[in-house]
Structures are given as C-alpha cells and as structure tokens.
C-alpha cells in the first residue's frame, strides 16, 4: 500500500516516538498520492495531541472526499489546537461532497464544532445548508451565528437575506457587521442599512457605509452625506467612498469639505470620490487641495480636476 513512499518515511509514521511522528507527519503533507493521504488519515487517530494537529494540518494540503470526511470527523477532537487545525483546514476546502457531513455536525451539541462546520460550509455555497444556517440564527453562540450570517449572505437567496435583516439588532457587533456584509447583495436591505449607520459600534457603521455604495442605494445619499461628520474616521471614508460610487452630486460640498481632514487616508478618498462624481462644482474644493502635502493626495487630486474638468 506503502510502495510510493519512502519506506523510512513510513516507518517514522509509525515509530514509537510522538516527535518523530509528528514530524513525519509533517513530511507527509509534501508528499501526494493516496498513500500520503493515508497516514495522514491515521495520523489522525494518534494518542498524541501535537501528531494529530499535524497530521489535520498536513491534510489541508491533501485533496479528496477521504480527506475531508477524516478532518469532519475530527472536529470535536479533545484537543482544542487540533480542533483549530481542522478548522481551519475545512475552511480551505472547496469539496461539494463534504456537505452533508458539516451540515450535520450544525446540529452538534458543542458551540465550536457548529462554528466550525458552517463556516466550512460558507464557501461551498450549497442551497442544502440554508436550512441548517437559517435554525442556527438563535443559536446562543455569538460565533455560530455570525458563521451562519456568513452561509447565507454567500448564498445571495433573497429570501434568506430577508431573514437576516432581523438579525440587524443582534447583540454581538461582529454579528451585526457581518449583517451588514451581507445584505448588500438585497435590494431590499436598504432601510436596514441605512439604520446601521447610527449602530453604537464604528465598526458596523463601516459596514454599512461601504454595503450602501455597493448596493446602489442613491435613496440612502442623505445618511451617507451625515456619515461624513461620524466620529470614527474610518466610517468617514467608507462613506465618502460610497457616495462617490452612487455618484451624488449634492455632496460635493460635504465632501469638500473634508478636504481638510488631518488623516491623509480620508483625504484621498474624498479626492477620489469628487473624481468619481465628476461634477464642475467640485473644482474649488479640488483646487484648494492641489498643494497637499501628501503625494498621493495631490496625485488623486489631479486626475479628480481632470474629470470634473472635461
């Protein structure tokens, strides 16, 4: 079974000495075919806690349904770095085929392994996980939720996203946030949106500054032109960049405005979104900032004058 791999890899696999396993396991995720695969599988089942969080590493580098359904199974392992390591290592996987088996662990009893298998499962967009995403939005665990906020926003169901609005008021602000993540791909969102923009938490305000710009909200210019006056910078930014995607003129003065801001960052980015709107009335502000002392502000200032000048 052996005979594609060195034999004195495969007698370290099994040597007496955790140390050496552990490092042979390590060896093994260089290695492919399904001999490798194998003994990482194995490896798996060691009494050793640093040989199978190896081994659950080495598989993330090893393609295939046995080696998913290996780490799937060790998702409640005793040991919480090999938990991590199988995490992680599902969360690289693009295989369909390992659906079922994380949609059932949504309904383990233990929070992390629940965590785990849903966010395995965002990427894999499979409609099967709606369901089990959706049961698991009252889940006490602020992580599983904020994991099946994430199943269901890359599903871009519009019927889940409508689900997820209720969710806007949830008591964890990464929940939120993610919240706000996720419904800019609902048309239908915008009223949320625009409430997350007076969340308590900056980082939720971000959000939904930067969902209103992608989600074409031209409705929600007023709150974004507000947004520009938020005491968190970054919000400031992710405003002022929204309203250059949606392209409102009537915050030209507004955003000029904040042409004077000390963070260089948010500088660039009203230089940048009164280039994107393109409006003549925006030239003073322009101008004004063609001296900046920052480069890139006066680089982006430039090629601003240029649009609103053609």
Same mark, same amino acid.
């Given at each position: 079974?052996?005979?594609?791999?060195?034999?004195?890899?495969?007698?370290?696999? &099994?040597?007496?000495?955790?140390?050496?396993?552990?490092? #042979?396991?390590?060896?093994?995720?260089?290695?492919? &075919?399904?001999?490798?695969? @194998?003994?990482?599988?194995?490896?798996?089942?060691?009494?050793?806690?640093?040989? +199978?969080?190896?081994?659950?590493?080495?598989?993330? /580098?090893?393609? &295939?349904?046995?080696?998913?359904?290996?780490?799937?199974?060790?998702?409640?392992?005793?040991?919480?770095?090999?938990?991590?390591?199988?995490?992680?290592?599902?969360?690289?996987?693009?295989?369909? *085929?390992?659906?079922?088996?994380?949609?059932?662990?949504?309904?383990?009893?233990?929070?992390?392994?629940?965590?785990?298998?849903?966010?395995?499962? +965002?990427?894999?967009? !499979?409609? #099967? #996980?709606?369901?089990?995403?959706? @049961?698991?939005?009252?889940?006490?665990?602020?992580?599983?939720?904020?994991?099946?906020?994430?199943?269901?926003?890359?599903?871009?169901?519009?019927?889940?996203?409508?689900?997820?609005?209720?969710?806007?008021?949830?008591?964890?602000? *990464?929940?939120?946030?993610?919240?706000?993540? @996720?419904?800019?791909?609902?048309?239908?969102?915008?009223?949320?949106?625009?409430?997350?923009?007076?969340?308590?938490?900056?980082?939720?305000? /971000?959000?939904?500054? @930067?969902?209103?710009?992608?989600?074409?909200?031209?409705?929600?210019?007023?709150? !974004?032109?507000?947004?520009?006056?938020?005491?968190?910078?970054?919000?400031?930014?992710?405003?002022?960049?929204?309203?250059?995607?949606?392209?409102?003129?009537? *915050?030209?003065?507004?955003?000029?405005?904040?042409?004077?801001? /000390?963070?260089?960052?948010?500088?660039?980015?009203?230089?940048?979104?009164? &280039?994107?709107?393109?409006?003549?009335?925006?030239?003073?502000?322009? /101008?004004? *900032?063609?001296?900046?002392?920052?480069?890139?502000?006066?680089?982006?200032?430039?090629?601003?004058?240029?649009?609103?000048?053609?």
């Amino acid at each position: 079974m052996f005979d594609d791999l060195d034999e004195e890899l495969v007698t370290r696999a &099994g040597s007496a000495d955790p140390g050496v396993r552990r490092v #042979a396991m390590m060896d093994l995720a260089e290695e492919v &075919g399904p001999a490798a695969t @194998a003994l990482l599988i194995a490896g798996m089942r060691d009494s050793d806690d640093t040989v +199978r969080e190896a081994a659950a590493k080495g598989l993330d /580098e090893h393609e &295939g349904i046995e080696a998913a359904e290996a780490l799937a199974g060790a998702l409640d392992d005793p040991s919480p770095s090999v938990r991590a390591a199988v995490a992680d290592a599902l969360a690289d996987r693009k295989e369909p *085929a390992i659906g079922p088996a994380l949609i059932e662990r949504c309904a383990h009893h233990d929070p992390f392994v629940r965590a785990a298998a849903l966010r395995a499962l +965002r990427d894999l967009a !499979l409609p #099967a #996980a709606g369901a089990a995403a959706r @049961a698991a939005l009252g889940d006490a665990s602020d992580d599983v939720r904020l994991q099946a906020v994430g199943v269901l926003g890359y599903l871009r169901d519009p019927e889940h996203l409508t689900v997820l609005a209720s969710l806007a008021g949830d008591p964890s602000a *990464a929940v939120r946030r993610a919240v706000m993540s @996720a419904l800019v791909r609902s048309g239908a969102a915008v009223a949320t949106l625009s409430a997350g923009l007076d969340d308590a938490d900056w980082q939720v305000r /971000e959000e939904a500054s @930067a969902s209103l710009g992608k989600s074409g909200a031209v409705e929600a210019s007023g709150q !974004l032109i507000a947004a520009l006056q938020d005491p968190a910078w970054q919000v400031r930014i992710k405003a002022a960049g929204a309203l250059g995607k949606l392209g409102i003129v009537a *915050a030209v003065p507004a955003l000029g405005a904040t042409l004077d801001s /000390e963070i260089s960052n948010l500088r660039k980015e009203v230089a940048s979104a009164l &280039g994107e709107i393109g409006n003549a009335s925006a030239l003073p502000y322009l /101008e004004s *900032a063609a001296a900046d002392p920052d480069p890139d502000v006066r680089k982006i200032v430039r090629w601003a004058i240029g649009k609103c000048a053609a």
